[in-house]
């Protein structure tokens, strides 16, 4: 029979954004292909370091030791390398202990195409313009940005923050926010009944609420069970525009376990207190921290995003009259 992948929450990862890929990537662009494939090979047996998402998906492919009848998660490497160069990434990834199976190597080009034919929730990378692709077609993605990595073993919560507005939900709110802060309270009060429609990690969002709730019976069956994930919502947004967001996730069903409003307060004075294995934002701006250490990952979604890429594209083609 074949595999129901169908009936798994599924996240795909590059190799970029898994381990510390800094040294293959200079031999490949100072040196070529070739050079890269010889230098590869001759690090075969040296694993590969920590990359930025390793701690999130260590913790996130824990849920199976937890629920081994329903073994719900998989993790998926969708990578640009070869086979024959993907060959020490898989060797990195038994060395580090990761449950991790399926893959595919597509050897230079891009894998956001192969997203959903994993049934994937959420692809990670390292490399902008295949995440860009993604979200251009529909498809769930974020790129992972540089960032001092932890990996606290003792420390299994899996904590997971996201950002509200073209993240979770669309970014309808945010087109209407580009008038002026009134407007916005304005039309987010007339609406405080209708839910928005979902963003582009709305079904990673939901996902995760499934699991919680098979801890939630886990804790029933057992009050000692310690509960793995956490998730909280750290937005931009302040009364009265707070009460869509929880009309939001109350027509979806679900919730999270912290909602920060901060009214225009920096974010990093939350996550550096909250220490989230990932932070999901569409804005960049936003995806700062003082010591540097929160794994951020931009997900460029929405009218933000759109007039970064029309400013970037403007100076491209005056680039080119020049």
């Known amino acids: 029979m074949p595999y129901p992948i169908e009936e798994k929450f599924v996240i795909a990862v590059a190799s970029s954004a898994l381990f510390d890929l800094s040294e293959s990537d200079k031999v490949f662009r100072e040196q070529g292909p070739l050079a890269y494939r010889d230098y590869q090979a001759a690090q075969l047996d040296t694993p590969l370091e920590k990359g930025v998402a390793f701690p999130f998906v260590r913790r996130f492919l824990n849920m199976n ?5 329903e073994l719900p998660v998989e993790v998926v490497l969708l990578s640009r390398n070869s086979a024959i160069t993907g060959k020490r990434v898989f060797r990195s990834i038994h060395h580090h202990g990761l449950e991790i ?3 595919a190597f597509l050897e230079g080009q891009s894998p956001y195409s192969y997203i959903p034919a994993f049934n994937a929730s959420l692809f990670l990378s390292a490399n902008e ?3 860009s692709q993604a979200i251009d077609n529909g498809y769930p993605a974020g790129t992972v940005l540089p960032s001092v990595v932890m990996d606290d073993i003792v420390d299994a919560e899996l904590r997971i923050a996201f950002d509200f507005d073209g993240v979770i939900a669309g970014d309808d709110a945010e087109k209407v926010y580009k008038g002026g802060l009134a407007g916005f309270h304005q039309f987010e009060t007339a609406r405080a009944d209708i839910p928005h429609n979902p ?5 990673l969002f939901q996902k995760l ?3 919680q709730k098979l801890e939630d019976q886990a804790v029933e069956k057992s009050p000692e069970y310690q509960r793995i994930i956490r998730t909280a919502i750290v937005t931009a947004r302040s009364a009265p525009a707070h009460e869509r ?5 109350e027509h979806w069903g679900v919730s999270a376990n912290e909602v920060f409003f901060l009214g225009g307060m920096k974010k990093a004075r939350i996550l550096d207190i909250l220490k989230p ?4 934002d569409d804005q960049q701006t936003h995806l700062t921290s003082s010591a540097g250490n929160i794994p951020m990952v931009h997900v460029p979604f929405g009218v933000t995003n759109q007039i970064t890429k029309k400013a970037e594209l403007s100076i491209a083609e005056e680039t080119e009259i020049e």
């Open 277 to 280: 294995h990932i932070f999901f």
């Open 129 to 131: 313009q295949d995440v």
């Open 209 to 211: 609420a499934v699991i």
């Open 65 to 69: 030791q937890h629920f081994p009848d």
């Open 245 to 249: 967001v929880i009309t939001t996730l």
């Open 199 to 203: 963003g582009p990690l709305a079904d």
């Open 101 to 103: 199976t399926r893959a």
